[in-house]
Nanobody, 122 residues
Framework: QVQLVESGGGLVQAGDSLRLSCAAS????????MGWFRQGPGKEREFVAA????????YYVDDVKGRFTISRDNAKNTVYLQMSSLKPEDTAVYFC???????????????WGQGTQVTVSS
């Protein structure tokens, strides 16, 4: 069964840090690129970060470069998004996604989680 389950969201203040986790089924995780997207209030869903199966060359949207770090633990079938120096504009529902390649993931990811809410107060 395909499954992605996000956790770690919450309410924080500007400047705080938060770590999101996404636990995946083996079928969803193995050999797949993993990524994070977000959808803010009244906005379309946007790509945030992605990482290949090997963990090499992670990709980030410009807004989060230097503040967010994506990583994965293949032994635990889990991908993480460490978020630092959070800003109110980072407020969004964050979704985990998976697909065979980062290009496929960014274009139209095959697997999606249900999302976890991150709210950053000013």
């Amino acid at each position: 069964q395909v499954q992605l389950v996000e956790s770690g969201g919450g309410l924080v203040q500007a400047g705080d840090s938060l770590r999101l986790s996404c636990a995946a089924s083996v079928r969803t995780f193995s050999n797949n690129a993993m990524g994070w997207f977000r959808q803010g209030p009244g906005k379309e869903r946007e790509f945030v970060a992605a990482i290949t199966w090997t963990g090499a060359n992670p990709y980030y949207v410009d807004d989060v470069k230097g503040r967010f770090t994506i990583s994965r633990d293949n032994a635990k079938n889990t991908v993480y998004l460490q978020m630092s120096s959070l800003k109110p504009e980072d407020t969004a529902v964050y979704f985990c996604a998976a697909d065979q390649t980062i290009v496929a993931l960014r274009t139209r990811a095959h697997y999606w989680g249900q999302g976890t809410q991150v709210t950053v107060s000013s």
